[in-house]
């Protein structure tokens, strides 16, 4: 038998022995690539290089507080500023001052508890023949009526009193006229008590 015809012989499946051995080579060799690539698994990417934070803005300070104007009371302001303040414009233009006027913002300075402004100007309005404002001060003074919540006086005063209701009365206020026959009745119990400026104020009675 020829060599030709060996190798043409097939195994007991039919396939020759030479094309076996290729096939087995192939299989051998398809295995050792599926080994060598790598699964579809994804490996996790490396982490983005952190970026700079925007620089932050810098935040605005406080705003600066405008100036304090002339009639707020500060440390620097002195008790009756402001009521001079309004006596020079009431006699601004060489004319007659408005008594009425300045009684008007005595009573507004009042009410704000500007008691030291607001004294000056009844005393102001009072010597300009305001009636009204002669009786206000007559009572911020007066024992019975007197309060340091609104006078700026340290203690009742009868000799005040007394000025400024006659001031008062003279003007025709008629209050003014009760209030000193009841700051006399006063005056005289305390004279009898042996209050010696009790006594002195008597003298000056009429």
């Known amino acids: 038998m020829s060599m030709e015809d060996e190798r043409t ?6 396939i020759p022995p030479r094309a076996k051995a290729l096939m087995v080579l192939v299989a051998v060799i398809t295995l050792v690539a599926i080994w060598l690539v790598p699964g579809d698994k994804k490996g996790t990417p490396p982490a983005l290089p952190e970026m700079a934070s925007p620089p932050q803005a810098e935040q605005p300070g406080p705003l600066p507080l405008p100036p304090l104007s002339e009639n ?3 440390a620097q302001q002195h008790e009756g500023d402001r009521a ?15 008594s009425g006027e300045a009684f008007a913002r005595a009573e507004q300075l009042q009410s704000e ?6 004294y000056l100007l009844y005393r102001f309005a009072a010597r300009q023949g305001h009636a009204q404002a002669a009786l206000v001060l007559g009572t911020q003074a007066d024992p019975a009526f007197y309060t340091s919540e609104t006078s700026v ?3 009742p005063d009868p000799q005040q009193a007394y000025r400024w209701y006659r001031a008062a009365a003279a003007a025709g206020n008629e ?21 010696a400026a009790a ?3 008597m003298l000056q009675w009429r």
């Open 153 to 155: 006086l340290p203690g």
């Open 72 to 74: 707020e009371g500060t």
């Open 199 to 201: 006594r002195r104020l």
């Open 175 to 195: 209050e003014a006229v009760t209030r000193l026959q009841q700051l006399r009745e006063h005056v005289e119990q305390s004279a009898v008590d042996g209050n």
């Open 84 to 98: 001079r303040a309004i006596v020079a414009e009431l006699r601004a233009g060489n004319t007659e001052p408005d």
């Open 113 to 118: 508890g500007q008691l030291a402004d607001a």
């Open 9 to 14: 012989i097939k195994d007991g499946n039919g």
